[in-house]
C-alpha cells in the first residue's frame, strides 16, 4: 500500500505568510444581511446535496445488493471498533456498510491540520504491552511505520496555593505505583514519612482473599502502600491518562498481571519491579509515524477497496426487528431504509442503548443514561526554542493540589522523534487535557474554545517553567469527548453483563466499543473482533 507523501518541514516564515494572507482575506467584512442571506443559501444547497447523495448511495446500494446475495451486515458508527468490525465482517464474507453520523471515520482518533502541521487531535498512541494493536496493525502492513517514543521520563507537578513542585516521576512504576520504595525520587514526592508507610508493603503478609475477590486499584494502592501513595503518585496518573478516579477502575483491567504477581512475590512493589523489569522508560506505548490517524487512513482505504460501503453523515435513528423475515432487521436513517441480516451497533453508551433498548423486552432495558464526562484536548504549536531541551520531559501529570486547571501536558515533539523532525528547530507541539469523568469541569462544558486555549497557554507556562505568550502560539486546536469511558469497575462489569445477557437472545445484534471494552485500542480492538467472529457462509 503507498504512503502518502508528508513534507517534513514547514518554515515559520511560510506559517506565519499563511496565517497573514488568512488574516488579510478576513478583514473585508460583508453586511449582516448578506451574511445571513449567503449562509441560508449555503444551507438549503448543502441539504440539497446531502439528500442528493443519499439518494445515489441507495441506488448503488439496492443495485449491489440485487447482484450479490451475500449477508448483509450493516454497522452503525465508524469509529475504531466500527471500522475493525466491518473489515473481520467483509473478511469472513458478508455485504457491509457502515454508516457515520459524523462527517469523518475514526472516531476517538482525529487528526487536526496545526500551523502546518497534521496533528493527532485524540489517541496519539497505543499500548505495546499483549501485541495486539502491534499485530492488527501488521495486518494492515502498518508494521513498518510504528514508531517507538523518544525514552524522554514522565514528570509530575504538585503545589499548593501558588507554589509548583516539578519532580520526574519513579524511574520504575505502573500507574504512578513505585516498584522501588526506599528511594530519593519517591521520598521527593511524598515525603519521607509518607515513604515509611509506602515500605510497610515489603513486609506486610498479602491477603489470599486477594487472590480471587474484586479490587479496585485505589483499595489495594491504599492498603498496601497508605494514602499519600495514592493521592500524590496514583491519583495524578490515572486522572492524566483516563480522566478518572483510581477507586472508580478494578486492578485487573487497570494493570492486567499485577494481581497474580502481587501474590507470587508477596508485594505490591515487587510486583510492579517484575512487571516492569523488562520495560524501559517509554517502551510501554508506540506510535505510528505521521501520527495515529494513519491507522484510520489504512483501515479506510482498505474497507474501500473491499468493496465496503463507507458513508458519512448518515445518523441512524432506529432499528426494526421481524424475526421470521428473510432479512429480518431494518436499521432506518435519513428517511432511508436498510435490511440486514446483521447489526453491529458501534457508537458511544447512550445511542448505542437508545437502538438496543427498544428491541429488548422491558424488563431486559438498560439503564442509558451517564454521569457527566466532557473532556477537552487543547493543542498548542508554539515557537519557543527554550523547550529544545525538554525541560519536564516527554509530558507531566498534575496533582489536584496544583494551581493549575489542565491535569496533564503532553510535550508532543520532545516524545515523538518524527514528529520533532516534521517541526523543525525551536517550534514545540504540546497537548494539555481538560476535565475528569463524573465531574463538572466549566471551561470545559463552556464550549468556549478561545478560553480554553487562552487557559491551556497559562498553565503550559507554569507546567513547562518556561514563560510562554500569546505571540508565541503559531496555531491552536481544540478537540472535544462527550463519550469517554474510565477503564471497568463494578458498574461497568455489571452493565457489560447485562449487555451480554440481552444480546445472547437477539440473534444477529452485536454491540462493540469502548464503553463496553475499556479503555484503550488494545481492548477496543480485540472487543470488537471477538464480537463478530462468525462467518457468514
Known amino acids: 500500500m503507498q504512503r502518502q507523501k508528508v513534507h517534513r518541514y514547514v518554515s515559520k516564515d511560510q506559517r506565519s505568510e499563511n496565517v497573514a494572507e488568512a488574516s488579510t482575506r478576513a478583514e473585508t467584512p460583508k453586511a449582516r444581511r448578506v451574511i445571513a442571506s ?28 440485487a447482484a450479490d446475495p451475500a449477508p448483509h451486515a450493516v454497522v452503525i ?14 473478511q469472513t464474507g458478508h455485504r457491509v456498510t457502515v454508516l457515520e453520523a459524523a462527517d469523518g471515520f475514526g472516531g476517538c482518533v482525529r487528526r487536526a491540520e496545526v500551523a502546518g ?13 499483549g501485541g495486539t494493536v502491534g499485530s492488527y496493525l501488521d495486518e494492515l502492513d502498518l508494521s513498518g511505520s510504528i514508531a517507538a517514543t523518544s525514552g524522554a521520563s514522565a514528570w509530575l507537578i504538585q503545589g499548593e496555593g501558588e507554589k509548583i513542585l516539578a519532580n520526574p516521576l519513579p524511574a520504575t512504576s505502573l500507574m504512578g505505583i513505585p516498584g522501588h ?38 483499595e489495594v494502592v491504599r492498603s498496601r502502600m497508605g494514602q499519600a501513595v495514592l493521592d500524590e503518585l496514583v491519583a495524578p496518573v490515572v486522572n492524566g491518562v483516563y480522566s478518572t478516579d483510581p477507586a472508580q477502575i478494578d486492578i485487573d483491567a487497570a494493570a492486567p498481571g499485577l494481581r497474580a504477581a502481587m501474590q507470587s512475590t508477596g508485594s505490591l512493589a515487587r510486583a510492579v519491579a ?38 458519512r453523515n448518515s445518523p441512524v435513528t432506529a432499528i426494526s426487528r421481524q424475526p421470521q423475515a428473510e432479512q429480518p432487521y431494518t436499521v432506518h436513517t435519513l428517511g432511508q431504509e436498510l435490511k440486514a441480516d446483521r447489526v453491529v451497533i458501534a457508537t458511544p453508551a447512550e445511542p448505542a442503548l437508545g437502538l438496543l433498548n427498544p428491541l429488548l423486552p422491558a424488563d431486559q432495558q438498560i439503564e442509558g443514561r451517564s454521569e457527566a464526562n466532557a473532556i477537552a484536548l487543547a493543542t498548542l504549536v508554539v515557537d519557543k526554542p527554550e523547550l529544545d531541551e525538554a525541560p519536564r520531559g516527554s509530558g507531566v501529570l498534575v496533582s ?76 491552536s486546536a ?60
Not at 515525603?191 to 513486609?203: K, S
Not at 478537540?479 to 457489560?496: E, T, W
Open 38 to 65: 449567503d449562509a441560508a443559501a449555503h444551507a438549503l444547497r448543502l441539504l440539497e446535496k446531502v439528500r442528493s447523495a443519499t439518494e445515489a448511495q441507495a441506488h448503488k446500494r439496492a443495485a449491489k445488493d
Open 274 to 311: 517484575q512487571l516492569q523489569s523488562s520495560a524501559p522508560a517509554g517502551s510501554r506505548v508506540a506510535g505510528l509515524d505521521g501520527g495515529m490517524y494513519t491507522m484510520i487512513e489504512a483501515l479506510a482505504g482498505q474497507l474501500q477497496a473491499a468493496g465496503v460501503s463507507l458513508v
Open 117 to 129: 502541521l497534521q496533528l493527532d487531535a485524540g489517541a496519539e498512541s497505543f499500548a505495546v504491552r
Open 400 to 475: 489536584r493540589g496544583a494551581p493549575l486547571v489542565a491535569k496533564a501536558l503532553t510535550h508532543a515533539t520532545a516524545k515523538w522523534p518524527w514528529l520533532a523532525e516534521q517541526a523543525g528547530p525551536g517550534t514545540h507541539v504540546v497537548r494539555l487535557s481538560f476535565g475528569r469523568i463524573g465531574e463538572h469541569e466549566p471551561i470545559v462544558e463552556s464550549g468556549d474554545d478561545a478560553q480554553l486555549i487562552a487557559q491551556a497557554v497559562k498553565d503550559a507556562s507554569k507546567i513547562l517553567g518556561v514563560q510562554l505568550q500569546q505571540e508565541d502560539v503559531l496555531g
Open 181 to 218: 520504595v526506599r528511594t530519593d525520587e519517591v521520598r521527593h514526592l511524598i515525603g519521607r514519612a509518607a515513604t515509611v508507610r509506602a515500605a510497610a508493603d515489603l513486609i506486610t503478609p498479602m491477603s489470599k482473599k486477594w487472590a480471587t475477590e474484586p479490587l479496585s486499584l485505589a
Open 478 to 537: 481544540v478537540s472535544r469527548f462527550n463519550d469517554m469511558v474510565p477503564l471497568q469497575g463494578g458498574a461497568a462489569a455489571q452493565r457489560r453483563a447485562q449487555v451480554q445477557q440481552a444480546l445472547d437472545d437477539l440473534d444477529g445484534v452485536d454491540v462493540v466499543g469502548a464503553w463496553l471494552a475499556g479503555t484503550g485500542l488494545a481492548r477496543v480492538i480485540a472487543q470488537a473482533r471477538r464480537a463478530v467472529a462468525i462467518s457468514a457462509r
Open 77 to 90: 458508527g465508524g469509529g475504531v471498533a466500527g471500522l475493525v468490525a466491518a473489515r473481520d465482517l467483509r
